[in-house]
């Protein structure tokens, strides 16, 4: 398996962009999560995924910030528009019985930067 | 209060030093345990999980006190390799991570 597969790897973008990042979970892992990771605020959880329904996404920080999942295979997080303070690498992960049985899977992550 | 608190570190120790981590919890109903490492620009990846009973793995002690809401790491005879960030994961459902303590293990 190839694991789960984010991208793009690194993005720059200017303020006001539109940006998307995309996550391909393991096949047959039941449960997305997408989640951001700052120096200062760590790993936070942004939102979770159950058979591509969302879940939870009280974690989403504003309005700018959507996610969605429109099949088992495919999830997007998007910022819309970008600023400066949303740089941070963001990371997907996928699961199997959630965490209640099962480990997350990470992807490598992707690290925005927005200037 | 933070559902998932850890202590801050960082923690600079000597090569073969014994080393303890904790991480502390709010919801009693968290049902699984794990404590993951991360390595420097990389993702997060499972160390061990946390068992009822307590578990071990070579040199490292996972450990769970339900009664007060902690669990914790011993990491006995540190490597140079054991340098990294360690996170606990407290969970019903969701995956929501501890801050992470910094590990560095010198000559």
């Known amino acids: 398996d190839a694991g789960v597969i984010q991208s793009p790897r690194h993005e720059v973008t200017e303020m006001g962009q539109e940006v998307t990042l995309r996550c391909k979970p393991i096949?047959?892992?039941?449960?997305l999560f997408w989640y951001r990771q700052t120096m200062m605020r760590g790993l936070e959880l942004l939102i979770y995924?159950?058979?591509?329904?969302?879940?939870?996404d009280s974690g989403m920080p504003e309005d700018r910030f959507s996610a969605k999942m429109p099949n088992a295979s495919f999830s997007t997080l998007k910022i819309q528009p970008s600023e400066p303070r949303d740089s941070a690498v963001y990371f997907c992960a996928s699961s199997f019985f959630g965490g209640v049985r099962g480990e997350a899977f990470f992807g490598q992550g992707t690290r925005l930067t927005v200037v | 209060r933070k559902e998932v608190e850890q202590d801050p570190g960082p923690f600079n120790v000597p090569e073969g030093a014994t080393v303890a981590f904790n991480c502390t919890y709010s919801n009693s109903a968290s049902q699984s345990f794990f404590w993951y490492r991360q390595d420097c620009r990389k993702e997060p990846k499972l160390l061990m999980s946390v068992y009822s009973s307590g578990n071990e793995d070579g040199r490292f002690t996972a450990q769970l006190n339900r009664a007060s809401q902690y669990i914790s790491l011993l990491i006995r005879d540190s490597k140079l390799s054991d340098s990294a960030t360690y996170l606990c994961?407290?969970?019903?459902?969701?995956?929501?991570f501890g801050a992470g303590t910094r590990l560095t293990v010198k000559p």
């Open positions: 096949s047959g892992h039941d449960y």
């Open positions: 994961v407290v969970n019903k459902v969701d995956m929501r």
């Open positions: 995924f159950n058979n591509n329904v969302p879940i939870d």
